[in-house]
T-cell receptor, first 118, second 109 residues
Framework: KAGVTQTPRYLIKTRGQQVTLSCSPI?????VSWYQQTPGQGLQFLFE???????NKGNFPGRFSGRQFSNSRSEMNVSTLELGDSALYLC?????????????????FGSGTRLTVV | TQLLEQSPQFLSIQEGENLTVYCNSS?????LQWYRQEPGEGPVLLVT?????EVKKLKRLTFQFGDARKDSSLHITAAQPGDTGLYLC?????????FGTGTSLTVIP
């Protein structure tokens, strides 16, 4: 069974540009969550999608957005990139939405996209 | 302010030593999970604890959920270099999932 696939693995962008990251969840999983991971802040929740609807959103500026398609694949977009956006962006898929995840096999994470903003 | 605080933040020990990592919160969680993350990869689920006071063992790893379901601990016996990684606790409260601040463990051969 294929795991969670995130593309691209590495990305270098310049300040002011925008970027789109992609996540394909495990087949059958309908929930996709996005996290930003930095050495100083740890894992910070960005947003969660379930059946194409955004269920929860973390405390990030509006430059961060996402969406989920009917096949459960998800994309996140960051516009007007800043140096502080450099991070590992992780996608996690699960069978069920947040609140029930732990009792249903937990999250399966992708390997992440390493974004560097210069 | 993080909902789940882990301690210590960093831990460097010799192979064969024992260690304990703590995950604390002022909130009650319906369940807690522990993940391990290796460099360049995403976190991988180790265990889920659901009942207050529950203890689960995974080979040399022992996980405990506090009686009040506000805290958890991970104890590793006879640590090996393969245990090196970032250990994250995570819990569900309401309809959201929260990750802890993380403990970076290095086991020196």
């Amino acid at each position: 069974k294929a795991g969670v696939t995130q593309t691209p693995r590495y990305l270098i962008k310049t300040r002011g540009q925008q970027v789109t990251l992609s996540c394909s969840p495990i087949s059958g999983h309908r929930s996709v969550s996005w996290y930003q991971q930095t050495p100083g802040q740890g894992l910070q929740f960005l947003f969660e999608y379930f059946s194409e609807t955004q269920r929860n959103k973390g405390n990030f500026p509006g430059r961060f957005s996402g969406r989920q398609f009917s096949n459960s694949r998800s994309e996140m977009n960051v516009s007007t990139l800043e140096l502080g956006d450099s991070a590992l962006y992780l996608c996690a898929s699960s069978l069920v939405p947040g609140g029930l995840v732990a009792l249903n096999y937990g999250y399966t994470f992708g390997s992440g996209t390493r974004l560097t903003v210069v | 302010t993080q909902l789940l605080e882990q301690s210590p933040q960093f831990l460097s020990i010799q192979e064969g030593e024992n260690l304990t990592v703590y995950c604390n919160s002022s909130s009650v969680f319906s369940s807690l999970q522990w993940y391990r993350q290796e460099p360049g990869e995403g976190p991988v689920l180790l265990v889920t604890v659901v009942t207050g006071g529950e203890v689960k063992k995974l080979k040399r790893l022992t996980f405990q959920f506090g009686d009040a379901r506000k805290d958890s601990s991970l104890h590793i016996t006879a640590a090996q270099p393969g245990d090196t990684g970032l250990y994250l606790c995570a819990g569900e409260a309401g309809n959201q999932f929260y990750f802890g601040t993380g403990t970076s463990l290095t086991v020196i051969p």
